[in-house]
């Protein structure tokens, strides 16, 4: 076995045995990385100096793959834009610090959509990911440089980022476990902005316990942070050792089981899962969610409306791209937006501004937080009857490049996904099979409410159990 084929537990335990050093892991992964980027491009850029000086620095620690939109100091963050190529981060994100807190250190930046707008990475500017199943595919999005880097082994573990399922939609087509933490339990300091009330980072891995290890350091209160409250951080792993499928209450929300253009074997994949469950002991409970129709709306109205917001930062004098072709001030900024951002981005960021726009923002944008609230309160009032939901994690497996052209049925990708993100609460994409012809991995979401992340993850670990 090489050590690049490890997960985090693994790893530990070796660097705690003296089996092998951080220096050891680093280099392993430097040789996959030559071996297998050219083919996969899971990685933007890989400093294997700034790694291996790390390793050398902290002999104990796991190296962790890193988004592309996540803060490293001395580390390029473009977050996959020409607008940012060039930009190196004076300073290191909360989560880059609590990793290092606790034994893990960045190594890698991982592609990813275009400020993470997108659901296939095709979005990037700067590079294409392929599919580790099938390198005809994508690797899912907007994490889908960390999803491709722990599905080929090109990691131990990577950081997403999660605003309306880039995280579990990329982790169910790349065979990993992905998780959406509750909105507030990670900072965003240092995370380069999508939509703030809905960008949550977190982990993405080869196990749930390896998934657990890395919340249980990543999660917590900052004072750099206004939306992390001060709630205790429970101990993950050893919280979730005994966990067992035996009198957990599912729920199956209605409106996920009705969807019309879902894969046959996606939903094949899912109805045994959940049969699966039934028979390991868990009780099952139908449940409604019945403002699920209005949520790809609420969401393509909310997130780019703060995307508009959180972009006009990039405007050619501080950070990044600068039109040489300007002449004036105005014309700078207009020329290197322009040339910097992406045709996706620029789509958000005229329906952002638009649906904010004065004789339209109580129509869109003030209607938009209200059915918001509707669809807080569906889950509140499900989660008074059950421990945690299970539902499909996206529509379809990976699919082929340039297979969606239209923005709008990509959109719909994050059909299962977004409502959780919009509610706020916890939810997770757990590994759950493989479609028959194409052998591609599919995976079903896990969702429990706000803060209740030993919930999630041990719903996440028995089902683990009993599919192995
Ligand atoms: N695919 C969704 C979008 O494009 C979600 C992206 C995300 O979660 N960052 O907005």
Redesign the pocket.
Known sequence: MELYELGIKAAQDGLAKGEFTSTDLVESLIRRYREKNGEIGAYLTFDEEQALALAKANPKSVPIAIKDLINVAGQPCTCASRILQGYVSPYDATVIRNLKANGFIPCGRCNMDEF????STENSALGVTRNPFDPGRVPG??SGGSAAAVGADMCIAALG??????IRQPASFCNCVGVKPSYGRVSRYGVTA?ASSLDQVGPMTKSVDDAAILLKALAGRDEMDGTTPDVPVPDYPSAIADADMKGLKIGLPKEYFEVSGMDAEVKRITDEAVRKCEAAGAELVEVSLPHTGYAMAVYYII?PAEASANLARFDGVRYGHRSAASRDVTSLYLKSRAEGFGPEVKRRIIMGTYVLSSGYYDAYYGRAQKVRTLIKRDFDEAFAKVDVMLTPCAPTPAFKFAELQDPLTMYL??LFTIPSSLAGVCAASVPAGFTRETKLPVGVQFIAGGYEETTLLKACKAFERIMA
């Open positions: 993470a707008m997108g659901s999005g907007s980022s999660d605003t309306g399922g880039s999508f997130a990708n994050d």
